[in-house]
């Protein structure tokens, strides 16, 4: 079956460590997504990436930083700077990168990351 | 600033009632509302979908009604289960400058219908 995979589900981290998050897919997706999710707020967007080897900024990517370095994997790093990293991280896909509307580039999402600092 | 407001925050409905939840939003150059369902430690699903050039579109229990004047649109859903207890977030969806599509998300609304 296709789809997004995200690992580890659940992850404690001490405060001053960084940790990595992983995110594949096989759905053959251009786009991926990094969301957080904190209660009441929503679903904000970390990081995303068009193609291979490049990726923007999202909303609130300060104290984050990610690698595209192939098309199925997105890998997302917390780094000691992200002073609440406390969340429920959400990776997605979009299976294409160009500005064209089309009903068929929806998100798919994985089953989350649960991180907590300690 | 691009934002989609939602509410209400949380909803209780009794079983076979109607849940209504609402969404407005500033972007008029937002394209394609979708709403999506998310169970307790699951990632959301898309769950229906509208563009602004029809004003409803219905999918079994689920409906979303749209308003392009008032910019706001709505998700109801009919004959309300237990089983569509889950959090629902709308979202609105256009270009970003010099990038590719994105979307934002509204805060959620977390429903619970009761048997």
């Known amino acids: 079956d296709g789809g997004i995979t995200q690992s580890p589900k659940y992850l404690f981290r001490k405060e001053g460590q960084n940790v990595t998050l992983s995110c594949e897919q096989n759905l053959n997706h251009d786009a991926m997504y990094w969301y957080r999710q904190d209660p009441g707020q929503g679903l904000r967007l970390i990081y995303y990436?068009?193609?291979?080897?490049?990726?923007q900024k999202g909303d609130i990517a300060e104290g984050y930083s990610v690698s595209r370095e192939k098309k199925e994997s997105f890998p997302l790093t917390v780094t000691s700077a992200q002073k609440n990293p406390t969340a429920f991280y959400l990776c997605?896909?979009?299976?294409?990168?160009?500005?064209?509307?089309?009903?068929?580039?929806?998100?798919?999402f994985g089953a989350g990351s649960r991180l907590t600092v300690l | 600033q691009q934002q989609v407001k939602q509410s209400p925050q949380s909803l209780i409905v009794q079983k076979g009632g109607i849940s209504i939840i609402n969404c407005a939003y500033e972007?008029?150059?937002?394209?394609?509302f979708p709403w999506y369902q998310q169970f307790p430690g699951k990632g959301p699903a898309l769950l229906i979908a509208?563009?602004?050039?029809?004003s409803e579109k219905k999918e079994g229990r689920f409906t979303i009604s749209f308003n392009k004047s008032a910019k706001q649109f709505s998700l109801h859903i009919m004959d309300s289960q237990p089983g569509d207890s889950a959090t629902y977030f709308c979202?609105?969806?256009?270009?970003?400058?010099?990038?590719?599509?994105?979307?934002?998300f509204g805060s959620g609304t977390q429903l619970t219908v009761l048997p």
């Open positions: 972007n008029t150059a937002f394209d394609y």
């Open positions: 509208i563009r602004p050039d029809v």
């Open positions: 979202a609105a969806s256009g270009i970003s400058s010099g990038s590719a599509r994105q979307l934002t």
């Open positions: 997605a896909s979009s299976p294409h990168r160009d500005r064209s509307f089309s009903g068929a580039n929806v998100l798919t």
């Open positions: 990436s068009q193609i291979v080897n490049d990726f």
